[in-house]
């Protein structure tokens, strides 16, 4: 499916955009610049992941930094370039969480529930694992030879 967004994404314009950015853009644009802590919490992300995605988006022209207010904190702005295009952005994603849902009313096991059940058999047995005894079992991984 983010294929197919950055497909949608390439035909208009935004060949450099991934799929992966468009909530942190929407976000900023939506709530005006914040510390790279700020927009973690509000993304649901750690500090340090959203710190390498911000790093990439910097390095593709997407957003901006600079010191924050005690100076260890970096302070995330839109860039002109995402600044022009982040209406059009949050459009998509409405449509997309529709054409989600369309999606699932015609699966006959929903998308959210495959999810929702996968977490729950993960949190039995994780899929680390499932494929370290695999191996484990197979006898061919080094590890597994003990």
Do not use: C
């Not at 390439?10 to 709530?31: F, Q, S, T, Y």
């Amino acid at each position: 499916m983010d294929d197919e967004i950055a497909r949608v994404y390439a035909e208009n314009g935004m060949a450099d955009l991934k799929p992966n950015w468009v909530l942190e853009i929407i976000r900023l644009h939506v709530r005006g610049p914040m510390t790279i802590a700020e927009l973690a919490r509000s993304v649901d992300r750690t500090h340090s992941a959203l710190s390498q995605k911000v790093a990439a988006m910097r390095a593709a022209g997407w957003l901006d930094t600079e010191p924050g207010h005690d100076g260890r904190s970096k302070r995330v702005t839109l860039t002109p370039k995402a600044e022009r295009v982040a209406p059009l952005l949050a459009a998509e994603w409405r449509v997309t969480e529709a054409v989600v849902a369309e999606i699932e009313d015609e699966l006959p096991y929903p998308l959210t529930r495959v999810a929702a059940d996968m977490a729950a058999l993960l949190a039995r047995k994780s899929f680390h694992d499932r494929i370290t005894e695999k191996l484990a079992a197979d006898g061919t991984w080094p590890a597994a030879r003990g």
